[in-house]
């Protein structure tokens, strides 16, 4: 025996790895750097070997909805409380005494996440657009499953829960693609007003946009995410707003 370290084992390519390394891409250079070769470089593989583990493009940005979800998913089954209407043993679906702060803990961990990875919440609203319903990735269809169960559980007849069901997922996909876009135009910039690019906004065409462009460039964060659903669960019935 030579004595010599033997060389380090490359740790098994899978679909796992392969989409969280798209999603490291993402994260670090945004979503237009994102390409199967990028990918590749950062595994350290040949790109053609990516093939095994996505077919294309597109399903490389399907799987990074899916992988977002995923933290979703294990973000909730890490609560402290049940928030999918079902006993924490996994037994059938209980009562649940405050729907409200239930929907609160699943809108604020897909807020939470969408904080995580800004780059690719886009896609969280897109994607899903372009995929019949049934071939929506597990991890995405495991989120809607658990909040009809939640609905359903917490006392809610079919049309409420189809209601509420609805307009939660507009909300809070809908504030979170608002509140996380881009608005800053040059991070370098350190004149408010350039590093906003107001200088590009006509003053006599946009001049609401000019006053409140500083305050746009701020998040509203989780507390107005919150305020925007109870004031849209009141609209759809008692029992929702409880």
């Given at each position: 025996?030579?004595?010599?370290?033997?060389?380090?084992r490359?740790?098994?390519?899978?679909?796992?790895?392969?989409?969280?390394?798209?999603?490291?891409?993402?994260?670090?250079?945004?979503l237009?750097?994102?390409?199967?070769?990028?990918?590749a470089?950062?595994?350290g593989?040949?790109?053609?070997?990516?093939?095994?583990?996505?077919?294309?493009?597109?399903d490389?940005?399907?799987?990074?909805?899916?992988?977002?979800?995923?933290?979703?998913?294990?973000?909730?089954?890490?609560?402290?409380?049940?928030?999918?209407?079902?006993a924490?043993?996994?037994?059938?679906?209980?009562?649940?005494?405050?729907?409200?702060?239930?929907?609160?803990?699943?809108?604020?961990?897909?807020?939470?996440?969408?904080?995580?990875?800004?780059?690719?919440?886009?896609?969280?609203?897109?994607?899903?657009?372009?995929?019949?319903?049934?071939?929506?990735?597990?991890?995405?269809?495991?989120?809607?499953?658990?909040?009809?169960?939640?609905?359903?559980?917490?006392?809610?007849?079919?049309?409420?829960?189809?209601?509420?069901?609805?307009?939660?997922?507009?909300?809070?996909?809908g504030?979170?693609?608002?509140?996380?876009r881009?608005?800053?135009?040059?991070?370098?910039?350190?004149?408010?007003a350039?590093?906003?690019?107001?200088?590009?906004?006509?003053?006599?065409?946009?001049?609401?946009?000019?006053?409140?462009?500083?305050?746009?460039?701020?998040?509203?964060?989780?507390?107005q995410?919150?305020?925007?659903?109870?004031?849209?669960?009141?609209?759809?019935?008692?029992?929702?707003?409880?």
């Amino acid at each position: 025996m030579s004595g010599e370290p033997s060389a380090p084992r490359r740790e098994r390519l899978t679909r796992e790895r392969v989409l969280r390394a798209a999603l490291e891409v993402a994260d670090a250079e945004g979503l237009a750097a994102l390409s199967m070769r990028r990918v590749a470089e950062r595994l350290g593989v040949e790109t053609m070997t990516l093939y095994r583990y996505t077919a294309s493009k597109d399903d490389l940005l399907d799987g990074l909805v899916e992988t977002l979800f995923l933290e979703v998913e294990e973000r909730l089954s890490k609560a402290p409380r049940a928030t999918d209407g079902t006993a924490a043993s996994g037994g059938p679906p209980v009562g649940l005494p405050d729907l409200r702060d239930t929907l609160h803990g699943i809108a604020r961990e897909l807020y939470r996440v969408a904080v995580a990875h800004p780059n690719v919440v886009s896609l969280c609203a897109s994607r899903p657009l372009t995929v019949p319903l049934a071939r929506r990735p597990r991890a995405v269809l495991r989120v809607h499953e658990r909040l009809l169960t939640l609905l359903r559980a917490g006392g809610l007849d079919d049309a409420t829960a189809l209601r509420v069901y609805r307009a939660f997922l507009s909300w809070v996909l809908g504030y979170i693609v608002i509140d996380l876009r881009a608005v800053v135009d040059d991070p370098d910039e350190p004149d408010p007003a350039f590093r906003l690019g107001l200088h590009r906004l006509p003053a006599r065409d946009f001049p609401m946009l000019r006053a409140y462009g500083p305050a746009l460039a701020e998040r509203g964060g989780e507390e107005q995410l919150l305020a925007g659903l109870d004031a849209l669960l009141t609209t759809l019935g008692p029992e929702a707003g409880r």
